[in-house]
């Protein structure tokens, strides 16, 4: 990528943090930088998603401004870790869905839940759409098992293919070059910073939301909402296993495991969703780039929706209303599942990978410059 006045900016920014250091010890992208003056678009694309935004560096700078040199770093590496999103996108045109996502997002997850809908509503008899159906089976009786499951898993594969690709392309531009061993002594190094969410804890004391006062809230809150999604990943698998292995058809009781883990599941999501965009409304916007506020908008509300319809069916499963309930349901999970490659869902690959970098840097002592001891 030719420099611009993104790379221009981020290069500048970066060049006066790595004279400085007074950040070394907030997050991941100061160390990264430790002892750098040339920062190629590689190493900014690099940068960028290795940043958590934080914010902690945004506050502690003594070159931010007024300060004539301006110093904004989260802003600067926000706008190019947007802006990555766009260039490694596959196929290339999906890119251009990051620079209207609120628009692309409502207009295909609308579009497909509508679709559903609609099939749903001219397809299915009346007497069997607004019946109440209970045992076995139930959900089957509205939406045959097969367009069910083939709908969801056909969405779900073209979201993987198009993450993975862009995910090879990404990391093809920022892997160092570093040995086999190097690279497997770094995996659980890299495992524990995403999974431990360490940059979001800006140093230890947290991260600064909307003012100098440290804070863990966005940190815990991604953490709930995780392990909600991850909830409720179980839950369907685990109803996979019964339906398959086990010849039992939902719906199923309860206290059931795959409905006890979907709907802890699906509360956990909306509480960690609702964390994340109490912040978000209270965050500074200054050191934000506001088109990254937005796809983190758009990407919170699709998931409150998806995590909201589900535990409507849990609710109205034994009522009349079951199967328009099921049918938007539907259609938000396979919405979602097609425009995952066009929203922050992108943003855990690539920072995973950026953590991997790191992990693999550390792993392998830098060479000396001439002089240093």
């Given amino acids: 990528m030719p420099p611009d006045d993104l790379t221009d900016e981020a290069d500048r920014v970066l060049r006066i943090c790595t004279a400085c250091m007074y950040c070394d010890g907030l997050c991941a992208v100061f160390p990264a930088i430790a002892g750098k003056h040339d920062f190629t678009p590689n190493d900014l694309d690099y940068l960028a998603n290795l940043c958590h935004n934080c914010r902690g560096c945004w506050y502690a700078c003594q070159y931010a401004p007024p300060h004539p040199f301006a110093v904004n770093l989260p802003n600067a590496l926000a706008e190019l870790r947007q802006r990555s999103y766009a260039d490694y996108a596959w196929p290339r045109w999906l890119g251009a869905g990051f620079a209207a996502n609120a628009g692309v997002v409502t207009a295909i ?21 607004f019946a109440a159906h209970r045992g076995a089976g139930a959900f089957y009786q509205v939406v045959p098992w097969p367009i069910m499951a083939g709908a969801a898993a056909a969405a779900l594969l073209w979201a993987v293919i198009s993450i993975g690709v862009s995910a090879i392309s990404y990391w093809r531009s920022i892997a160092p070059r570093a040995s086999l061993g190097a690279t497997l002594r770094a995996l659980v190094p890299a495992l524990r ?47 996979a296993l019964y339906h398959h292995a086990l010849a039992i058809e939902a719906p199923y009781p309860l206290t059931s495991l795959p409905v006890l883990s979907g709907g802890i599941g699906g509360v956990a999501m909306l509480i960690g969703i609702g964390g994340l965009l109490r912040l978000e409304r209270r965050a500074d916007r200054a050191p934000s780039a506001a088109a990254e506020v937005r796809l983190n908008l758009v990407f919170l509300v699709l998931l409150a929706l998806v995590a909201a319809s589900g535990l409507a069916v849990l609710a109205l499963r034994d009522t009349p209303a079951m199967g328009l309930t099921l049918s938007l349901h539907l259609g938000l999970v396979i919405g979602s ?37």
């Fill in 337 to 373: 599942f097609v425009v995952l490659p066009v929203s922050k869902a992108v943003h855990g690959v690539y920072r995973s990978m950026a953590l991997l970098r790191a992990a693999i840097d550390r792993a392998v002592p830098r060479p000396r410059r001439g002089g240093e001891e």
């Fill in 109 to 129: 997850v609308g579009g497909v839940t509508t679709l559903t809908l609609l099939a749903t509503a001219l397809l299915v008899p009346a007497e069997v759409l």
């Fill in 193 to 239: 910073d995403i999974v431990t969410l360490r940059n979001l804890g800006g140093g230890g004391p947290g991260c600064n939301d909307a003012s100098e006062k440290f804070s863990q809230q966005r940190r815990w809150c991604h953490h709930i909402m995780v392990a909600g999604f991850l909830a409720s990943v179980a839950s369907t698998l685990i109803a």
